[in-house]
């Protein structure tokens, strides 16, 4: 018996050793965590449960027959963030330079059906050199297999990709797929096809990192949500944004002690808005001053920043937050912005998170850029996000909501639970400035006509009353009782129930 | 008494003054231009009256602005506070014709001690001790130059009309007498309207000493003893106190005399403070007279029980002084830090914007302890770039000096302020200096002292061991409400580690952590144990944390993997790790960061007046780059070092956010 149990251990001992101390000495120069390590780091202490230790590769070609490691460069199993399941998947770069094999991928899929199956959320923490080219098409096959599950798990758990290492070719389809990617800085990047590649086809002399760095990633393409010094911080912050995250669509959002008060009242609010309309002013103030202990999870910071989006508690509630920012282009709508937030929105609405809008919007961005861009569609994904969206929503207009950009932002038009403003907000088709210049065209000519025009516009139309009258608005509130507000809003939202008609899926603009 | 009476200023001396009207049970009147529509100034008084744009010289320096002002509300007299029309004569003679009360001295006394030259020659003739220096008018820059060359280098180079360090320079050689009188020149032209410039011997190590005088109507002048101001920085008093830690009682008495003397021959009425260079043997020389109230006026408040603004208001009333010279005692010391929207980790510079945060310690007036906060500001209010930048100024008073040290060092410590970069971290620094702490100051102190510009003061490994003990304690509460959360596998939750390694400050500190009901016990590596307690919760931007028998207060912002915290001058990034993220810590690379010693960027919000060097030009380490003017005050962007100019980003004229790229190097 005792020799059996040692055979065990010993083999758990090689399996642990991965590639071998000569290649985890080599990621450490790096950096880099091992696949191993990140998944303690990650998890609760001693949570870790892994499955398929032994597993190795089925090639026997180019002499890959006569290397096998155990686990076959993927760390697979399943453990708790803060007493909460999570599944996840941690690749060796180690072990064939975390290469993706038919076996490989076959491991990753086993947890992505337990974690559907059982209604966890999934974590893959990223760091493969891409396919094993020995394999060939095995190991194609393994990565459509990957990309198939993630398909099928969206929207049932959540998903989140931390690329810590390479993620080139067809291993980025998988993150792209999921709910969340977070880039580690300076020694992890993504790209379709490399520099090399680039510089043959297109002659661009580009490096790995502007290509597809961590800061590309989080301020040019979007393709990431964020981005962290380091693994350890990486993964102290995948922590942190786990427990704003409800298990499953089966799961309502979590909930946690709150040392906040739910009635505190804050005066400084009352002067958040300028005296003048063209001053901006920093929305996330807002976002912190209303939150439980000022603690906002921020997604895409760096990412066209005339939105903000991301997480807060309200009486220990998640609740997802999109705020117009004032401070960058004036807050305006335009392509990139929408994207961001339509995404956000739907989210929040897979996994019964509340949204809480806040709006300053002067409209969406005019131009020949935008238009051709496309901003009619990509500005109709945000507004069929929320149009489609079920779950409690709550609208709060600080200051603009101008034309269509205020339909879009979570209108009572769109099924908003309540939309309330300020005094301080101006609801119109738009400025008063822009509206007399077409309704008196032919007084322009006169300044001083204009003047009196401009002045009879803003006092009709530059407040929140007009759109009250109508029940649009369901109250002014006064800003230091904002959070007050908001939260019993929330509160009496809890038992929401709003269902869509029927069908296959909807057809959102892509 | 008056019935109402209106208050030519702004900020927190306004409101201080408002405050007193009020106990008197007189009416106050505010005013106030575009910016300050919802200032505190304006909220606190009865009535408010608008009088123009934000530049001063637009609202609140334009006589007849006030002036009708005045008649729109049917004050009966006027405060102007200091500052802005507190020493204008002109306005004083305006009032005087309008039958208006000015509460404050006779325009014959601002005139006469308004000027400079004309004071000191009026002090000689009182028999007051004056510094050597030249009192004619000085013509241009070559005189500027020949007259310091005969008085001897240091100068001061002076605005006549000058005040609050405005419109001051030193010049240690021809070419920074060239260039301060250039400068003086043209901040006096823009701040008081008077471009009058003179010259005087600049007394090295000096201190900083003013008497307190009152003067009724009817010939009866006292003095309230000193205040210390030699904490300066820029000849801007930065903390004041009383009396001061060098005077004995017969120089006291002395200057006490001669201030009353001075105040007597110009016939003097209301409050006024006369100001005196003390060199290291107690000579003291005249420097000027103010007369008005003094920003530091509190101090002198708190150790005579005094107030200065009712008697100003009872003499312009014309009631005779009710305490005698015999009846002024020095009870008790008290301390003034004066906290300034000025950011000491980017060289003090302006920093305007929203005050996000302002929670100020609770005021306390106890037998044995004050705390007083003057202040013109609440939280959500916004510091513009067109007036002074101070927001409070914090007193701290207690039976001896240590005592009010230690006060008024707590009450930095819990003193919230964010949204603008401010200079609490500094004065901290200061309180725990130990050449402040023993009184040995001069007014060379913030030079001498912190030479190379403020820096996050460093704790010694004893206090840094409390604040690791008391964070790790504070974070365990934080990761234990973490395993509260909802959607927990029964019977298989996370047990919160006891072990943790806390580094701050260069140290790891390896803690085992032993709670309680009341408290936690945490024991170090090297076996020695501190017990830590505090009523703190995740959210508290504050934490006063008992460690054995000790206080720390903390500002606390909660961070991923620990706090950023803040006392006693220090700002440390706390963090708190457990032993397996601590090992494996150790293959995270160390980042470098980003050379700017390339750019030259811009230090404040503010506009680029001139540029002095062009594209290709060789400059040398201290060669003058450009001027920016933020705050009404000239900086002069100099060169770090040798070099030469690659690129100029910005035209004269520009407006420049705070690191906006200046100039770019080779």
């Known amino acids: 018996m005792n020799e059996i149990l040692k055979e065990l251990e010993n083999r758990r001992q090689q399996a642990r050793l991965g590639g071998g101390q000569a290649r985890i000495d080599a990621q450490h120069k790096k950096g880099k965590l091992t696949a191993r390590e990140r998944i303690e780091l990650l998890l609760d202490n001693e949570s870790f449960e892994e ?34 399941q999570v599944y996840v998947y941690s690749q060796d770069f180690t072990v064939f330079g975390g290469s993706l094999s038919e076996t490989h991928a076959q491991k990753i899929c086993k947890v992505m059906d337990m974690a559907m199956s059982n209604g966890a959320p999934i974590i893959g923490l990223n760091d493969s050199g891409g396919a094993r080219i020995q394999e060939g098409v095995a190991s194609l096959a393994g990565y459509a297999d990957v990309f198939q599950k993630n398909v099928l ?104 002690p709150f040392f906040d008060d739910a009635r505190r009242e804050d005066h400084s609010l009352d002067t958040l808005i300028p005296n003048n309309p063209n001053q901006p002013y920093d929305m996330k103030e807002l976002i912190l001053k209303l939150s439980d202990e000022s603690d906002f999870f921020e997604v895409q910071e760096d990412f066209a920043a ?205 | 008494m008056f019935n109402k009476i209106l208050i030519a200023n702004r900020g927190e001396i306004a409101c201080r003054i408002i405050k007193t009207a009020k106990k008197m049970g007189i009416k106050t009147v505010a005013v106030y231009s575009d910016t300050d529509v919802d200032a505190l100034h304006v909220k606190m008084a009865d009535e408010a009256v608008h009088i123009g744009a934000a530049p001063a010289n637009q609202s609140y320096i334009v006589i007849d602005k006030i002036l009708s002002a005045v008649k729109k509300s049917k004050a009966d007299a006027v405060h102007p506070g200091y500052g802005f029309l507190s020493e204008n004569k002109m306005f004083a003679e305006a009032l005087e014709r309008e039958n208006i009360v000015f509460i404050g001295p006779p325009s014959g006394a601002i005139e006469t001690m308004g000027d400079k030259i004309t004071s000191k020659k009026l002090a000689k003739k009182a028999g007051v001790s004056t510094v050597p220096g030249y009192l004619g008018l000085i013509e241009d820059e070559e005189a500027a130059v020949k007259i310091s060359n005969k008085i001897g280098y240091p100068v001061m180079i002076k605005a006549s009309a000058g005040g609050g360090g405005k419109g001051m320079r030193v010049a240690w050689n021809d070419q920074e007498a060239q260039q301060g009188f250039k400068s003086s020149k043209n901040e006096a ?84 403070t006369v100001e005196f260079i003390v060199d290291e043997n107690r000579n003291f020389y005249f420097l000027e007279m103010n007369t008005r109230l003094q920003v530091e006026h509190p101090v002198t408040e708190l150790i005579t029980g005094i107030d200065i603004v009712e ?275 150790s293959h995270m690379l160390r980042k470098i960061e980003p050379d700017m010693t390339k750019f030259l960027v811009c230090p404040m919000p503010g506009m680029l007046i001139k540029v002095d060097v062009s594209e290709g030009e060789e400059v040398q380490e201290g060669q003058t780059l450009c001027v920016v003017e933020a705050m009404k005050m000239e900086n002069v962007l100099r060169a770090d070092k040798k070099g030469v100019i690659k690129k100029i980003n910005v035209e004269a004229g520009q407006s420049l956010a705070v690191d906006e790229v200046i100039i770019e190097f080779e």
């Not at chain 1, 992890?188 to 502007?210: H, I, L, Q, R, W």
């Not at chain 2, 930065?238 to 001669?258: C, H, N, W, Y």
């Not at chain 2, 067109?386 to 000096?401: E, F, T, V």
Request: glycine share 8%; hydrophobic share 40%; with cysteine.
């Open chain 2, 189 to 272: 032209t823009n701040s008081f309207g008077d471009d009058r410039i003179f010259i005087e011997k600049y007394v090295t190590k000096p201190r900083h000493i003013e008497i307190q005088i009152l003067a009724d109507k009817h010939g009866k002048t006292i003095y309230l003893n000193e205040r210390e101001c030699s904490i300066q920085r820029r000849n801007q008093k930065v903390i004041e106190e009383a009396p001061s830690p060098f005077l004995d009682d017969k120089t006291r008495e002395e200057m006490g005399k001669q201030s009353c003397a001075l105040a007597k021959a110009v016939s003097y009425t209301s409050a006024g």
């Open chain 1, 153 to 256: 798990a969206s929207g049932v758990v959540p998903q989140i990709s931390v690329i810590m290492g390479p993620c080139a070719g067809g291993a980025v389809y998988s993150p792209a797929m999921t709910d969340f990617i977070f880039m580690v800085r300076d020694s992890s990047y993504m790209f379709v096809t490399g520099p090399d590649v680039v510089k043959t086809v297109t002659n661009e002399v580009v490096t790995a990192e502007e290509l597809g760095g961590a800061k590309t990633h989080t301020t040019k393409s979007s393709v990431a949500d964020g981005a962290f010094e380091n693994d350890i911080e990486a993964l102290e912050q995948i922590r942190r944004l786990f427990d704003f995250l409800p298990l499953s669509n089966r799961e309502r959002p979590p909930e946690r």
């Open chain 2, 311 to 585: 008697n100003m208001i009872r003499i312009a009333w014309g009631e005779k002084l009710s305490i005698s010279q015999k009846d002024v005692h020095i009870n008790g010391w008290a301390i003034e830090s004066r906290i300034y929207a000025e950011d000491p980790f980017r060289n003090f510079l302006p920093s305007i914007g929203r005050i996000t945060r302002y929670r100020p310690p609770d005021e306390r007036f106890d037998q044995a302890l004050i705390v007083r906060n003057d202040t013109g500001v609440f939280e959500g209010s916004e510091i513009s770039i067109h007036y002074d930048p101070m927001i409070a100024k914090l007193c701290s008073w207690a039976k001896s000096r240590t005592e009010a040290l230690r006060v008024m060092s707590d009450s930095l410590d819990e003193f919230e302020l964010d949204g603008i970069g401010h200079n609490i971290p500094f004065l901290s620094s200061v309180m725990r200096n130990k050449k402040f702490i023993k009184g040995d100051i001069t007014t060379a102190f913030i030079e001498e002292e912190f030479p190379d510009g403020f820096k996050s003061v460093k704790l010694d490994s004893s206090l840094l061991k409390s604040i690791a003990a008391a964070c790790s304690a504070m974070y365990r509460l934080f990761e234990i409400r973490r395993t509260r959360i909802t959607g927990r596998m029964d019977n298989h939750t996370r047990v919160v580690e006891n072990d943790w390694v806390v580094s701050l400050g260069g140290h790891n500190f390896d803690i085992n952590l032993k709670a309680d009901k009341t408290g936690s016990m945490v024991k170090f590596l090297d076996k020695s144990t501190v017990r830590v307690e505090s009523n703190w919760v995740p959210g508290d931007s504050i934490a006063k944390v008992k460690i054995e028998d000790k206080i720390l207060i903390m500002k606390v912002n909660k961070v991923t993997g620990g706090f950023r915290v803040r006392l006693l001058g220090s700002d440390l990034d706390v963090l708190i790790r457990n032993k397996r993220q601590f090992e494996l810590s």
């Open chain 1, 51 to 84: 499955l398929d230790m032994y597993v190795k590769h089925r090639c026997v070609d180019f002499g890959m027959d006569q290397t096998q490691i155990s686990g076959d460069g993927v760390v697979t199993g399943w453990g708790t963030i803060n007493g909460r």
């Open chain 1, 306 to 510: 005339n939105i903000v989006t991301g997480f807060i508690r309200l009486e220990g509630r998640t609740v997802g937050v999109v705020a117009n920012q004032p401070l960058v282009l004036a807050g305006v709508l335009d392509i990139d912005s929408s994207r961001k937030a339509a995404r956000f929105v739907r989210f929040c609405d897979a996994f019964e998170i509340p949204i809480l809008t806040l709006v300053d919007v002067p409209g969406f961005l005019p131009g020949t850029s935008q238009e051709y861009g496309g901003v009619i569609k990509h500005g109709a994904k945000l507004l069929f996000a929320y149009g489609e969206a079920t779950v409690p929503k709550v609208t709060l207009i600080t200051r603009k909501a101008y034309g269509g950009a205020y339909d879009v932002m979570a209108s009572k038009h769109l099924r908003g639970d309540f939309n309330y403003a300020w005094p301080t907000a101006e609801i119109a088709v738009m400025g008063a400035k822009g509206a007399v210049e077409i309704l008196y065209r032919q007084e322009l000519g006169d300044k001083k006509k204009i003047e009196k025009r401009t002045k009879d516009y803003e006092k009709r139309f530059a407040n929140p009353f007009v759109a009250a009258e109508r029940g649009f608005i369901d109250e002014v509130i006064a800003p230091h009782s904002t959070r007050k507000r908001i939260c019993r809003a929330f509160a009496s939202l809890r038992g929401k129930q709003l269902k869509n008609p029927w069908k296959k899926h909807d057809n959102i603009p892509l």
